[in-house]
């Protein structure tokens, strides 16, 4: 009798386990959608001068680092560099994500990527490609982007 209620008890503290364990495994799939999501958005509005957009998804205490440059930035600059693309004549033919791996932690993600860019600006095709670190942290029940890191490591010029 006493063997039975054992493996009973072991048998249900196995399912109770495995369901968790289910229920885990299922948060950072829903998670990691919206999350990819809104970088997809976070790039694309940056390209589309979208400051709307922009002011909602990267906020005031953002930072940022880029590839060969010595000064940090902040929410100001990327949303001046958007605008300055854009008046430029800037668009985006190609985003594409090669390859993707993501850390979750608590209410923050990292996401480490790799990325290629098609764009023309006043006629001339440029292509680029590279990696980056970027920073989301889950503020009012949305993702935000506070921050990231790129860099390139190939770039062909006017085609």
């Known amino acids: 009798m006493k063997r039975t209620i054992r493996t009973a008890t072991l048998l ?3 399912l109770v386990s495995l369901v968790s364990l289910t229920a885990m495994a299922q948060v950072p799939a829903d998670d990691q959608s919206e999350l990819l999501q809104t970088r997809e958005t976070v790039w694309r509005a940056w390209f589309a001068d979208d400051m709307k957009t922009l002011r909602e998804l990267v906020p005031a ?3 940022v680092i880029s590839a ?11 949303l001046r560099e958007a605008d300055e693309f854009h008046s430029a004549g800037g668009k985006l033919l190609r985003l594409d994500f090669p390859h993707t791996e993501v850390q979750h932690f608590g209410d923050v993600a990292i996401i480490w990527t790799s990325y290629e860019l098609e764009l ?10 590279g990696r980056a670190t970027e ?8 993702w935000t982007n506070p921050g990231w ?11």
């Not at 920073?135 to 949305?142: A, E």
Request: aromatic content about 6%; overall charge positive.
């Open 68 to 78: 060969s440059e010595e000064k940090w930035k902040n929410q100001s600059d990327v």
């Open 61 to 63: 205490d953002t930072i």
């Open 149 to 159: 890191h790129t860099d390139s490591f190939k770039a062909a010029g006017a085609q």
């Open 135 to 142: 920073i989301f942290v889950r503020r009012n029940g949305h």
């Open 12 to 14: 249900a503290a196995a």
């Open 120 to 129: 023309e600006t006043n006629g001339k095709l440029s292509k680029s490609s």
